[in-house]
């Protein structure tokens, strides 16, 4: 079974949107990243429960001048991902925008998750977790804690989004009733490389 999601970054300009996505889509990680004009796409594929979920990510950029173009971004997403540092206070207080533009303009059912980047720089945190978990159930939000330079928290981040995918099918499925949350999903990831070609049968190497 396969399922392609829609999923779009927001937050400010310099948050690690796309150390994010580089680094889940192609394992690489860099120190300094060209901020992101208008918005890039990237994709993979991972497997979980069975299942082939494509995830085809759309990373908006954070400056000001660009924002009026974000809600482009938002027609059909399944999944919003809202970037935040957690070295930097004012990268959290702008969310509220984010998330206002997102209701205002996004679909009305979508699957949201605060996400406080560059976690390995904990000793510098201004924003805590209790402060960022009270503010994401405020908006029907998970929160979700990743490190783009340790590679932390960047896999299970999008095996949650899968599961809640999931979940939420199943829920649609029982009516009346609740399901538990499916734990330790079986997971295998395989990269979807969009430059790769399949070999003909019987073809040289």
Same mark, same amino acid.
């Given at each position: 079974?396969?399922?392609?999601?829609?999923?779009?970054?927001?937050?400010?300009?310099?948050?690690?949107?796309?150390?994010?996505?580089?680094?889940?889509?192609?394992?690489?990680?860099?120190?300094?990243?060209?901020?992101? @004009?208008? #918005?890039?796409?990237?994709?993979?594929? $991972?497997? /979980?429960?069975?299942? +082939?979920?494509?995830?085809? &990510?759309? =990373?908006?950029?954070?400056?000001?001048?660009?924002?009026?173009?974000?809600?482009?971004?938002?027609?059909?997403?399944?999944?919003?991902?809202?970037?935040?540092?957690?070295?930097?206070?004012?990268?959290?207080?702008?969310?509220?925008?984010?998330?206002?533009? @997102?209701? #205002?303009?996004?679909?009305?059912?979508? $699957?949201? /998750?605060?996400?406080? +980047?560059?976690?390995?720089? &904990?000793? =510098?945190?201004?924003?805590?977790?209790?402060?960022?978990?009270?503010?994401?159930?405020?908006?029907?939000?998970?929160?979700?804690?990743?490190?783009?330079?340790?590679?932390?928290?960047?896999?299970?981040?999008?095996?949650?989004?899968?599961?809640?995918?999931?979940?939420?099918?199943?829920?649609?499925?029982?009516?009346?009733?609740?399901?538990?949350?499916?734990?330790?999903?079986?997971?295998?990831?395989?990269?979807?490389?969009?430059?790769?070609?399949?070999?003909?049968?019987?073809?040289?190497?």
């Amino acid at each position: 079974m396969n399922r392609e999601v829609k999923v779009v970054l927001l937050g400010d300009s310099g948050v690690g949107k796309s150390s994010i996505v580089l680094r889940f889509c192609s394992d690489i990680f860099k120190v300094t990243h060209e901020s992101t @004009l208008g #918005a890039a796409f990237m994709a993979r594929t $991972i497997e /979980v429960n069975g299942i +082939n979920f494509k995830f085809q &990510i759309w =990373d908006t950029a954070g400056q000001e001048k660009y924002k009026s173009l974000t809600p482009l971004y938002y027609r059909e997403a399944q999944v919003a991902l809202i970037v935040y540092d957690i070295t930097h206070k004012d990268s959290f207080d702008v969310l509220k925008s984010w998330v206002n533009e @997102l209701k #205002a303009h996004g679909p009305k059912k979508i $699957i949201q /998750v605060l996400v406080g +980047n560059k976690n390995d720089l &904990i000793e =510098d945190e201004k924003v805590s977790y209790d402060e960022a978990n009270n503010y994401a159930q405020q908006i029907g939000a998970s929160l979700k804690l990743t490190s783009c330079k340790e590679n932390k928290g960047i896999q299970e981040l999008f095996v949650s989004i899968a599961e809640q995918i999931l979940y939420e099918e199943q829920n649609k499925l029982v009516e009346g009733k609740k399901t538990e949350k499916p734990q330790n999903p079986s997971v295998k990831v395989t990269v979807e490389d969009q430059n790769k070609k399949k070999k003909k049968e019987g073809g040289c190497c």
